[in-house]
């Protein structure tokens, strides 16, 4: 399996429809809380978006969006169920990272569900630590965020 990375924005389509199939998951998991996050997650104007395509099929996406000065947000991370547990998730963090690097972004943040654990495990393999819950997030019993130290 060749996975084929790219960058683009959130208008593209393959990462509309991506994002359609992680909200109809996270709307099962979330429940009622489900309409608290979407206001959220709003995916409009997101300038920095990576798609995975396994030979031209879109299987996987992730984004950033700038926090703060020296800090990206890192949103809308997906991979389709029968692609998981294959490193694709981690490819795509890991080009996330690099472009906020080029663009001289000095951390990530990030939130989770705490009803996402294989979300939860991704995170702490690739080398974020959890924090106390932010922003929006702030009092949101099942928000779990996290934050990496972004190397040059």
């Not at 080009?95 to 990530?108: F, I, P, Q, R």
């Not at 979300?119 to 393999?125: D, G, Q, S, V, W």
Request: hydrophobic share 35%; charged share 30%; aromatic share 10%.
């Amino acid at each position: 399996m060749a996975i084929v990375i790219k960058r683009t924005n959130s208008d593209n389509e393959a990462f509309q429809i991506l994002v359609k199939e992680l909200d109809l998951d996270l709307k099962i998991r979330d429940g009622e809380e489900h309409l608290f996050y979407v206001r959220l997650n709003k995916t409009d104007k997101i300038k920095y978006v990576i798609v995975a395509y396994d030979e031209d099929v879109p299987i996987g996406c992730g984004a950033v969006r700038e926090y703060s000065q020296d800090t990206m947000e890192v949103k809308r991370m997906f991979v389709q169920p029968n692609k998981r547990n294959q490193g694709i998730a981690s490819t795509i963090l890991s080009e996330l990272e690099t472009w906020c690097k080029e663009l001289n972004y000095k951390k990530c943040i990030l939130e989770t569900g705490k009803n996402q654990p294989e979300a939860i495990r991704l995170y702490e393999k690739n080398g974020y630590k959890m924090i106390a819950n932010y922003g929006h997030y702030k009092d949101v019993a099942n928000s779990v965020c996290f934050q990496k130290e972004l190397e040059d």
